[in-house]
């Protein structure tokens, strides 16, 4: 008999964490992460409505948790800035993802999907969270599993993150992953220029521009064209 995945069952339900809450999501975050949060911490994501705090919950339990935070891009983390082109304005929306995290004996039953889908659609089909262009978060880069968890989602690469963890005492790398939304997207190196330039100058007539002006463009594009992408440019 095939298995229904747990995320398909009508007793599993999404509700936010409430303050009663606190010491059960402490237990389950010091079982699934190597970090140590400060009580506070744990205060800030059950009681502050500025997180978006999710779980989720089957026969009573909190089986899976999500936390998000939407912020302004102008307030990131110095490691986080340029997530967004530099034509969206510092009160441009990010969504920064805290944690998510899965009981063992429930994982591999959509439950991280289904709150992560939770918190994209949020985002995604809200009048509040219109501006938001961007979900971003960090991963050691030896957590593989989380790793290969997001970037099935089309979640990208951002940036390398030196040393950036503590864990018991010991310095880790990490990685910030990005999923754009809302027409959100990173800034523009000179390939993505080139190639709007090109797409644009791919659809005007020929015959509706001098001779002359034509090959002068396709002269300037090449100069600035890599040598090996040179023999891919012809002006006809």
Known sequence: MTRVPLCNDSNVQL????????????????????IEYPHSWYEDISCNRKFFSLAAVYKFQIIGLIVVEIKPQGKCNKEDQGLLSSHFPKTSLVAYILTL???QEFRRNGIATLLLDSVISHLTNSSET????????????TNTTAIQFYEQRKFKVHSF???YYNVHGVAKDGYSYVLYVNGGHPPW??????????????????????????TAIGTV????LPTGLRSNLSVS
Do not use: N, Q
């Open 161 to 163: 993150l030196p040393l």
């Open 15 to 34: 509700r936010f964490l409430v303050p009663e809450d606190l010491p059960e999501i402490k237990k389950l975050c010091r079982e699934w992460f190597p």
């Open 101 to 103: 995290g899965v009981v």
């Open 221 to 224: 594009i090449a100069s600035i």
């Open 130 to 141: 219109a501006d938001c262009k961007a979900i971003y978060l960090h991963v050691l880069t």
């Open 189 to 214: 190196t000179i390939l993505d220029y080139l190639k709007h330039w090109g797409r644009t100058i791919s659809r005007i007539e020929l015959c509706s521009l001098p001779k002359h002006l034509m």
